[in-house]
Structures are given as C-alpha cells and as structure tokens.
C-alpha cells in the first residue's frame, strides 16, 4: 500500500521470479534483504543486489540472525518446493511479519499459504496464463483484471464510437463499460470526458466488468 511503499523487503528464493521481484524493488529505491539457500545463485546476484544472503528459509534460528523479524514486508517466491515454500511462510508468521505475499503454483497451495497467514497470494503463470488468452482470443492490446470481476482493457475504438462525443454515444448505459482515457497517434494518454471525440487510429482504455469490457472490445 502507499503508506509503507518504500519500506524494506525480504525476498526468500531467488528463481526467475523472485530474483526479477527483487531487482525491480531495487531499482524502484526499496530496500531489499535477499535470501537463496543456494550460494551459485546468490553469487550470481551479489553484484546486482545490495543485501543478498545465502540462508535456508525454512530454518527459524537462521532467519532470526539476519533480523528478518524487524522487516514489516516479506515475500516468499519458492515456487516448486512446496514444503519449503509453506514453512518459510509459517515462520514468517512466527517472527510476525505482517505483511507477507506468498507465490503459490497452484490454488490449493495458495489457500494453504493463505491459512497459515500469508495476506496476498501471486498465482504468476496461472494468473499470466489467463490473461493471454483474454489477448489471444480478442483484439485487446493489453488486459488487466482487477478485481474478480473488473477489468481494465487496452484496446482501439469500435467503428460506432468514431467521429461522435462520447457523452452523446449513451456508451454506458448502452455497453456498461466506461472509456477512461484515449491516446492519439503522437501524443500522451488523456482522460476521456464526454467531450472527447475518438478517432481511427487511437488506442483508448476501457474499464468495466470482466464480460462487459470483453464484449466491447469484440465490436467491430
Ligand atoms: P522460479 O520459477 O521463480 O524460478 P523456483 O521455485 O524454481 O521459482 O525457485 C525458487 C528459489 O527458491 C530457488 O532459487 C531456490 O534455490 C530457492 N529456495 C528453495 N527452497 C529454499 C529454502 N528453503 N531457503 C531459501 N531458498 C530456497
């Protein structure tokens, strides 16, 4: 959240996901303790990252003497090991992180993750997977759930709302769906108003509920 955006991170696993997660928290000026318990991969890392340690997650006492228990925020991102993965969320809890994110390979082991006390649970390829085909089966050029049933789409304008003020189209009482900023060729994203005109050519973003926003972007 806003308040405690910069505050810092541990990040335990240090795969494709994890190591991303934690170069990207990084570069965003977040502070960042790194554990692996493989030396290869945080070897590799050291030059990138400022705090990366070689440790084994799933033991208590190790996560003690690097002060894991003072940080707010953790995240764990051992995927395919699913007993590591559920016992460094358990001990995260234990040293009263509050606020830990869990990736999970599964919904089952997100709900695991989820009673043993992890707040957000990141499906990555479940999640990836099914927005991809919201991509490949539409004309959306970007898709983004957010919430279980809204959605932000990326898309072009259908013929019908060329060329006309949006607040004379009756788009939302018609479509449900809201246009909520158009970008024209050359220029910046701009909020829409009921004043905008779209043109051929321009990319708008639309957000609505899941159904409503799919069927908008499949006009023609
Ligand atoms: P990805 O798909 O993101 O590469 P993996 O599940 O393959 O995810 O990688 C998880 C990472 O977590 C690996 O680098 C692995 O060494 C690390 N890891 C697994 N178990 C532990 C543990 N008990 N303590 C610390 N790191 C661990």
């Known amino acids: 959240s806003a308040e405690n955006g910069n505050d810092p991170v541990v990040v335990i696993g240090l795969g494709r996901f994890g190591s991303s997660l934690a170069l990207e928290l990084m570069r965003r000026g977040t502070e960042v303790l790194a554990i692996d318990h493989r030396p290869k991969v945080v070897q590799s890392l050291a030059g990138e990252l400022t705090h990366v340690v070689t440790a084994d997650a799933t033991d208590l006492e190790a996560l003690r003497q690097l002060g894991v228990?003072?940080?707010?925020?953790?995240?764990?991102?051992?995927?395919?090991d699913l007993e590591a993965s559920i016992l460094a969320t358990s001990l995260l809890v234990e040293l009263e992180v509050t606020d830990i994110w869990a990736k999970a390979v599964s919904r089952q082991h997100g709900r695991i993750l989820e009673r043993i006390g992890a707040k957000h649970i990141v499906?990555?390829?479940?999640?990836?997977?099914?927005?991809?085909?919201?991509?490949?089966?539409?004309?959306?050029?970007?898709?983004?759930?957010?919430?279980?049933?809204?959605?932000?789409?990326?898309?072009?304008?259908?013929?019908?709302?060329?060329?006309?003020?949006?607040?004379?189209?009756?788009?939302?009482?018609?479509?449900?769906?809201?246009?909520?900023?158009?970008?024209?060729q050359g220029s910046e994203f701009t909020y829409a108003d009921a004043t905008t005109v779209l043109q051929y050519g321009d990319i708008i973003?639309?957000?609505?509920?899941?159904?409503?926003?799919?069927?908008?972007?499949?006009?023609p």
Not at 69 to 80: D, H, M, P, Q
Not at 131 to 160: C, Q, W
Not at 210 to 218: G, H
């Open 123 to 184: 499906l990555p390829e479940h999640d990836m997977g099914e927005r991809v085909a919201h991509l490949v089966s539409g004309r959306m050029l970007d898709y983004m759930e957010i919430d279980s049933n809204f959605a932000l789409v990326k898309t072009r304008p259908p013929h019908e709302y060329v060329g006309v003020a949006l607040g004379e189209t009756r788009l939302r009482r018609k479509h449900g769906v809201t246009i909520v900023c158009v970008k024209t």
């Open 205 to 219: 973003v639309v957000a609505g509920p899941v159904d409503r926003v799919e069927r908008f972007a499949e006009l």
């Open 69 to 80: 228990a003072e940080f707010g925020r953790a995240v764990v991102a051992i995927g395919s």
